[in-house]
Nanobody, 115 residues
Framework: QVQLVESGGGLVQPGGSLRLSCAAS????????MAWYRQAPGKQRELVAA???????NYADSVKGRFTISRDNAKNTVFLQMNSLKPEDTAVYYC?????????WGQGTQVTVSS
């Protein structure tokens, strides 16, 4: 059974930082492309950042220079370090694991940026 469990969300003031984690089980983690998506109320889910099995990362333009995605294959975990947070970063953040035609999603973690 595949499970992706996100953690680390919460309420933070503008300019603050959060670190999200996604722990995976039931998959051969090191071969999967891992990604973070987010969905704000009334908006479509969008890709925030992704990292390949080889460690190459890409980012949405809106988060470049502020967010960093990383993975620890020994711990089957992917991280999203979020700095200089803005109110427009408020959303539910989802972890996704992808390999070929196989896609798995976590349940999401809420991030709220507000003063």
């Amino acid at each position: 059974q595949v499970q992706l469990v996100e953690s680390g969300g919460g309420l933070v003031q503008p300019g603050g930082s959060l670190r999200l984690s996604c722990a995976a089980s039931g998959i051969t983690f090191n071969i999967y492309r891992m990604a973070w998506y987010r969905q704000a109320p009334g908006k479509q889910r969008e890709l925030v950042a992704a990292v390949t099995s080889g460690g190459s990362a890409n980012y949405a333009d809106s988060v470049k220079g502020r967010f960093t995605i990383s993975r620890d294959n020994a711990k089957n975990t992917v991280f999203l370090q979020m700095n200089s947070l803005k109110p427009e970063d408020t959303a539910v953040y989802y972890c996704k694991a992808g390999w070929g035609t196989r896609d798995y999603w976590g349940q999401g973690t809420q991030v709220t940026v507000s003063s």
